[in-house]
């Protein structure tokens, strides 16, 4: 992007190039301080995640897909109450309209916290994922749990420069995690097929929940775009090689705004093929309440959030539960609003509050 361009009328997202860290730092460092103020989004290019390991991931993600009907619904989200599993295509709304997608939900290891009743309910949200037949896929597992703990890794350091970034050292939000055997993250694999009809949303606009989202634009179709601060959608199109990283509302929450969550939406594919995708979203600690953490940042980087100016509207409203809730239950509640089906079973309490009339047709966090 031109240093020219006023920062909220950004035009394209910026490519950060993770090999400078090697030789360049600082500039690296500034590159993504302006990317996390000013824009919301950013291309990862020369990360760490194996390109093998990639290759082996897209290659499987036809063959999920094609997998028997029946053996897609023997693993469907309802039968976990970890909200992990097999969605039918057109079972979410966004904004009011279908999101024409098909997708998996999956996750990184992790044993569940909940044990009984009476322990925190949002610590049943994260748990074992389910995995389809291994005699019909075989070794789409290994790969699979192999990619999750690469980005898993990569999210780690991102994260650590993300709050040097902002002027608050390398460990300058840890407090927002846990030690690794009490964390989850989780991950879609993402089908958008060609759809031929009045309606091309394959996702409608939103945010995501948490600090950080790596997406995997596994095919070679457009469809992605971002909204910029003048309220214009920017196309962000693959780069082959690359992860998509977005910000979530969490971060923009406890940086007092100074992050930007960026309202993001998906165009169903034109041409013949479907378009796949992998977002990896990275979570904080299920207890973490963030109003109980205060940042403080150096002025110079008050000063580029200050230089950027009044943000215009955008297109989704969701996760404001953050000033009075934990993480986890704000989750938990986002889930339960796109998957009534899997809270009425699991959760039948929370629920009767959410829905008191009944179960809606459709799902819709936003």
């Given at each position: ?13 910026p ?11 600082t500039?690296?460092l ?7 103020v ?73 044993i ?19 995995w ?6 075989p ?68 945010y ?6 790596f ?17 214009e959608?920017?196309?962000v199109?693959p ?19 100074l ?40 002025p ?67």
């Open positions: 992007m031109s240093s020219t361009n006023t920062p909220r009328d950004f035009s394209a997202v490519v950060l190039d993770y090999g400078l860290l090697q030789s360049e730092a500039q690296f500034e590159q993504l301080r302006h990317a996390l000013n824009v919301g989004f950013l291309y990862l290019s020369n990360h760490t995640v194996s390109q093998d390991n990639i290759d082996l991931v897209i290659d499987y993600i036809p063959k999920l897909f094609a997998l028997p009907q029946n053996a897609k619904d023997d693993i469907k989200m309802s039968n976990s109450e970890h909200f992990l599993g097999y969605s039918r295509f057109g079972a979410e709304f966004t904004k009011g309209s279908v999101d024409q997608r098909e997708q998996f939900d999956f996750a990184t290891k992790h569940s916290r909940w044990k009984k009743q009476g322990d925190p309910e949002h610590h049943r949200l994260w748990g074992s994922p389910q389809p037949d291994e005699k019909l896929i070794g789409f597992r290994d790969v699979f749990e192999l990619y999750l703990e690469q980005v898993d890794t990569l999210s780690q350091g991102f994260t650590r420069l993300m709050a040097e970034a902002f002027g608050l050292g390398p460990d300058g939000l840890s407090q927002f995690y846990d030690t690794p055997d009490l964390m989850q993250h989780r991950a879609k694999i993402v089908k958008y097929p060609v759809v031929n009809g009045p309606s091309d949303q394959g996702v409608g606009p939103h995501d929940a948490g600090f950080l989202t997406l995997l634009q596994a095919s070679d179709h457009q469809g992605l775009q971002v909204q910029n601060f003048a309220g959608w920017i196309d199109p780069i082959p090689g690359t992860f998509v990283v977005n910000l979530g509302k969490a971060l923009e929450f406890i940086t007092q705004g992050a930007r969550a960026t309202s993001h939406r998906v165009l169903s594919p034109k041409g013949s093929t479907p378009r796949y995708s992998i977002p990896f979203f990275q979570n904080i600690g299920l207890d973490k309440k963030l109003t109980e953490h205060v940042l403080h940042f150096p110079e980087v008050l000063a580029v959030r200050d230089a950027r100016g009044k943000v215009a509207a955008t297109d989704a409203v969701n996760f404001s539960e953050f000033d009075n809730e934990p993480s986890g239950k704000v989750n938990l509640i986002g889930r339960v609003k796109s998957h009534p089906d899997v809270a009425e079973r699991h959760y039948p309490e929370l629920f009767r509050q959410i829905f008191p009339s009944g179960r809606p047709a459709f799902g819709s966090a936003y």
